[in-house]
């Protein structure tokens, strides 16, 4: 039974890392398209360890390009055995075997952008695969972080996951969504920290191969949701009161990451590269 999960996780994994490289590969296309008041950005692609622990990922990050202030698209395999507090964790979430057999292995991508405009949208998506001797499962999501929201943006971003999850689920995007209006939620401020997406996790209906095409269509209609909306804002005229409401906007997101977001605090729990972890946060951002 491992033998056959060991194939259906170098699949994952070879899919998570082909779907890293369409999309580095949309934006540095996107940045040649971008206002030519700038160099057009590219990524600087390094390979990233996990600690003392297995595995580790290749960190792509585009600093300073037309479109992009600072985009992080990052893959990751990694193995190894959980920590007693890691351990902890997961059987509270129900993970059978985890004080008899504690190994584990995770792949995915992780994706954050902050624009140069602040007209467009900030965002964030992340597929994965967790599997443990006890049990498998994926998890994933995406969600738009404006901080000038326009409602044509977040209909047409909220339209494409909703056809993105259709064909798997008649509930699918009416659960993921509610459960990342929860998830992407800051109870210190009281508020959401964008207008929302899908989040879900722990995805496990028994059948490997069907929540595996559900993750990869999660990952297909990330370029469709976003592009069009970075595209038709890049350009757009900004004010000194714009720029001020973007830096603020992404104090907000960087109190989330740090306080709350569940792979933050997995990937520094697991010795994973920090800086990898850490991609999410923005270049520059300011407290009112």
């Keep these: ?29 996107l940045e040649d398209r971008g206002p030519e008041d700038a160099a057009a950005g590219r990524f600087t692609v390094n390979p990233t360890e996990r600690g003392e622990g297995g595995g580790g990922g290749l960190m792509a990050v585009m600093r300073g390009g037309r479109v992009f202030e600072k985009v992080g698209v990052n893959w990751s395999e990694v193995h190894g055995t959980l920590s007693p507090k890691a351990q902890s964790a997961m059987a509270a979430r129900g993970v059978p075997g985890m004080e008899t057999d504690p190994r584990f292995w995770a792949s995915g991508i992780s994706l954050v952008a902050h624009m140069q405009n602040p007209h467009a949208p900030a965002v964030h998506m992340n597929t994965r695969m967790f599997w443990t001797p006890g049990a498998w499962w994926f998890g994933g999501g995406s969600d738009l972080n404006p901080c000038i929201e326009y409602p044509e943006d977040t209909a047409h971003f909220h339209d494409t996951l909703r056809a993105a999850c259709m064909p798997h689920g008649a509930d699918y995007y009416a659960r993921f969504k509610a459960w990342a209006d929860e998830y992407f939620y800051i109870p210190h401020r009281g508020r959401a920290r964008g207008v929302g997406g899908i989040f879900y996790d ?8 069907a929540d595996f095409a559900f993750t990869r269509a ?59 972890v850490l991609m999410s946060l923005p270049p520059l951002a300011k407290w009112p």
């Design 202 to 209: 722990d995805l496990n209906s028994g059948d490997w191969e």
């Design 1 to 29: 039974m491992e033998g056959h999960m060991d194939d259906q996780r170098r699949r994952a994994a070879d899919w998570f890392r082909e779907l890293q490289q369409r999309i580095t590969q949309a934006f540095e296309a």
């Design 218 to 276: 999660v990952g297909e209609a990330f370029l469709p949701a976003f592009l069009p909306l970075a595209e038709k804002r890049m350009a757009q005229t900004w004010s000194e009161a714009d720029r001020e409401a973007q830096l603020i906007h992404r104090g907000l997101y960087a109190e989330y990451n740090l306080v709350y977001d569940r792979g933050t605090k997995f990937g520094l729990e697991t010795g994973h590269n920090p800086d990898a």
